[in-house]
Structures are given as structure tokens and as C-alpha cells.
């Protein structure tokens, strides 16, 4: 990686970027997964309505949340109170709001969970970026990385 603060920035850029790109792509599965899921342990077959919404909230999702992403990727790394994890638990919204609204009943959830995460009712947000997709593992580990050597080169004591 590089030393200069500036090629470490322009660095992280291309590493957020690929972060949202691979975000936006899996969201919408994501959020199918979730409902189908979710639906399908409750035993609650989804009606065409409820059917039609899992789609239009996985379309929303991937372009909402990963909007806030691009966002939050935008802002320079000393301002940024979220991490990109953070943003992409806001997802949770879209398939709790299809289950609710197909009657699926909320599980059971331990303390933390509930503490933590309180709209969560059926237990969704990642714990991981392969939570959401395997295939986002890799970019959000390279981004944190990325984000902790421009940190590094930021504020290094050139005393030492």
C-alpha cells in the first residue's frame, strides 16, 4: 500500500467504489432471500401482492441503501461516524416491511439482538458483509484496510 496520504486516498476511492458497485448489485438478492426466507419458516405462503412488493424492496434497497453508501464513502474518513456495515443494516427496513405486511409473525430474539437492532423483527442484519453476500466479504475487508493505512499515513507521528 502506499505511504503518500494522497495515493492512499485516491486507493481507498477505488476501494470504496468497488464496495458500492458489488454492494448495489447484491442487495435486491439479499432482500429476496430475507422475505423468502423469513416467509418460509413461518410456514406463510407470499400472495402475488406480497410477491410484487419483495421486488419493488429489493429494487429500493439496492438503490436507497446503496445511495447511503455511496454517501457515506464520500465523506472524508475523519468525518465518518458509520461504518459501511452500519449502512448496509439499514437495509433491514425493506423485508421487515414485506413480512409485516404479508402477516408473517416476528421470531424470537435474544437480548442483544433486541437491544441492538430494535425494528429487526425477524432477526435480519448482518452480522458480516458475507451476511449479505459472499461476494461483498472481500471488497468490504480491502476498504477497511484501505481506510486504516490512510489513517495511518494521516496521522503518523514523523517522530517516530
Known amino acids: 500500500m502506499a505511504e503518500d496520504p494522497r495515493e492512499a486516498e485516491e486507493a481507498l476511492g477505488r476501494h470504496g467504489e468497488e464496495l458500492a458497485s458489488v454492494a448495489e448489485e447484491v442487495l435486491g438478492d439479499w432482500v429476496r432471500r430475507c422475505v423468502h426466507a423469513r416467509a418460509g419458516q413461518a410456514g406463510v405462503e407470499l400472495s402475488q401482492e ?21 454517501n457515506l464513502l464520500a465523506i ?3 468525518q465518518q461516524r458509520r461504518s459501511p456495515l452500519e449502512v448496509l ?3 433491514v427496513r425493506y423485508p421487515t416491511a414485506v413480512l409485516r ?19 429487526d423483527d425477524y432477526d435480519l442484519s448482518p452480522a458480516s458483509f458475507a451476511d ?3 461476494e461483498l466479504h472481500e471488497p468490504g475487508i480491502v476498504w477497511g484496510a484501505a481506510k486504516a493505512h ?7 507521528d514523523p517522530l517516530r
Not at 406480497?50 to 455511496?70: F, I, K, Y
Open 132 to 134: 449479505v453476500a459472499p
Open 150 to 156: 490512510l489513517h495511518m499515513a494521516r496521522h503518523r
Open 101 to 119: 405486511h404479508a402477516g408473517v409473525p416476528p421470531v424470537e430474539r435474544d437480548e442483544f439482538s433486541v437491544r441492538g437492532f430494535p425494528e
Open 50 to 70: 406480497s410477491l410484487a412488493a419483495t421486488e419493488q424492496a429489493a429494487e429500493l434497497a439496492a438503490g436507497e441503501v446503496g445511495a447511503e453508501l455511496r
Open 89 to 91: 443494516r439499514t437495509a
Open 76 to 78: 472524508d474518513i475523519d
